[in-house]
C-alpha cells in the first residue's frame, strides 16, 4: 500500500487553478510535517510549501509565495495544495512528503527532512 497519494493534477492554462490533494493512506502522518516538492524535466527536485503537523506554521518558496497555499484536514488525513495564478513554469510532477520522525524545525523547506513520499501527480500548465 502507498502510504502518500498525491491526486488532483492536469492540465492548465496559464492563470489558471489547481487543487492538489495529498491522503496518508495509512493515517499514521498527522503529526508530521507534510511538504510539496516538484520536479521539472531537467531539473532537479525543488520545494513548494510545507506545513508543520497542527497546521500552524506554513513555508513557501519565493517562487510560489501569494500564489499557492498549503493547508491540511487531520480529520481527513489529507494535505492539500492550492494553486493559483498558475504559470508556464510551474509545470513539473508535484510530489508530497512526510517528513522523518520527530522533525520540528521553522524552516521546512528541505528535501532531506522527508522521509516517506508519494508517487507524485502531473502538473502542465499552458501559455
Known amino acids: 500500500q502507498v502510504p502518500l497519494v498525491e491526486s488532483g493534477g492536469g492540465s492548465v492554462q496559464a492563470g489558471g487553478s489547481l487543487r492538489l490533494s495529498c491522503r496518508d493512506s495509512?493515517?499514521?502522518?498527522?503529526?508530521?510535517?507534510m511538504g510539496w516538492f516538484r520536479q521539472a524535466p531537467g531539473k532537479g527536485r525543488e520545494a513548494v510549501a510545507c506545513?508543520?503537523?497542527?497546521?500552524?506554521?506554513?513555508n513557501y518558496a519565493d517562487s510560489v509565495k501569494g500564489r499557492f497555499t498549503i493547508s491540511r484536514d487531520s480529520a481527513k488525513n489529507t494535505v492539500f495544495l492550492q494553486m493559483d495564478s498558475l504559470e508556464s513554469d510551474d509545470t513539473a510532477m508535484y510530489f508530497c512528503?512526510?517528513?522523518?520522525?520527530?522533525?520540528?524545525?521553522?524552516?521546512?523547506?528541505?528535501?532531506?527532512?522527508?522521509?516517506?513520499w508519494g508517487q507524485g501527480t502531473q502538473v502542465t500548465v499552458s501559455s
Open positions: 495509512l493515517d499514521i502522518y498527522n503529526e508530521r510535517y
Open positions: 512528503a512526510a517528513s522523518r520522525p520527530l522533525y520540528g524545525g521553522t524552516n521546512c523547506l528541505f528535501l532531506d527532512d522527508y522521509a516517506t
Open positions: 506545513i508543520s503537523g497542527g497546521g500552524g506554521l506554513a
